[in-house]
């Protein structure tokens, strides 16, 4: 079972976000806060993260630069979801650390399909470790 943390401070959008991925073959744990991302992927070392950047605490960005330079997470495939869409923040993110950016409002279907296509991508890291 492939376990998914998502980090948003919006109920509603990790409700959405749960509701769109919503599968038999994910576990998802949730986080309202970047302080609470961080230490759920510390401890649960997800096989995605799907990361919202404005967050009290600690921002998104932060959090994946954090998780990037952690021997553990340094390789979950990060999905950073966020309102914040100016060039210069899709490349502070992916400077980051972020594999995919999605700029909210977002379409479910899209969002699933980076699920899909990240969870893929890390079983093939995986197998080549």
Known sequence: MKTIL?????PNIRLLIQTT???PKYRMIEAGNGLDALAQARKHV??????????????????????RSERKTAKVPI?????????????QGRA????????????PMELLDCVQDALAEN???ESHA
Do not use: R
């Open 46 to 67: 997800p096989n995605l993260i799907i990361l919202d950047w404005l967050m009290p605490g600690l921002h998104g960005v932060d959090v994946a630069a954090k998780l």
């Open 21 to 23: 991925l919503e599968a």
């Open 79 to 91: 999905i950073m979801l966020t309102c914040k869409s100016q060039p210069a923040d899709i490349e």
């Open 123 to 125: 079983v093939l890291d």
């Open 6 to 10: 998502i980090a948003d401070d919006e």
């Open 96 to 107: 980051a650390g972020v594999n995919t950016y999605l700029v909210k409002p977002f379409s």
